[in-house]
């Protein structure tokens, strides 16, 4: 199993940034893809950004694209999300998840193998 545990969320005026933070323990962290997610309350579950196991591909919600980035340290069994320029519409609890690394969809919440608690980010206006 891998157990991951997020940080960093918190309230910031729009325009500001976030550093999210994701601590994997248990099976080998660079053995798995690593997806951020949030959820708005009465939303689905989307996606928000992805890295490969290796580091050397990132994927992005269009929404975020340019905003955001995923970064990744194996060495240290953690992951990261970037968040600057933030928007009201950026406000929802941010899940961090992985896949192990041979899946091929990074997009989808229902490929993924574990996920984290969520930490809540609010951007006022």
């Known amino acids: 199993q891998v157990q991951l545990v997020e940080s960093g969320g918190g309230l910031v005026q729009a325009g500001g940034s976030l550093r999210l933070s994701c601590a994997a323990s248990g099976r080998t962290f660079s053995d798995y893809n690593m997806g951020w997610f949030r959820q708005a309350p009465g939303k689905d579950r989307e996606f928000v950004a992805a890295?490969?196991?290796?580091?050397?591909?990132?994927y992005y919600a269009d929404s975020v694209k340019g905003r955001f980035t995923i970064s990744r340290d194996n060495s240290k069994n953690t992951g990261s999300l970037q968040m600057n320029s933030l928007k009201p519409e950026d406000t929802a609890v941010y899940y961090c998840?992985?896949?192990?690394?041979?899946?091929?969809?990074?997009?989808?919440?229902?490929?993924?193998?574990?996920w984290g608690q969520g930490t809540q980010v609010t951007v006022s206006s």
């Open positions: 890295i490969t196991w290796g580091g050397d591909r990132a």
């Open positions: 998840a992985v896949q192990e690394y041979f899946r091929n969809n990074p997009y989808d919440p229902r490929t993924y193998d574990y």
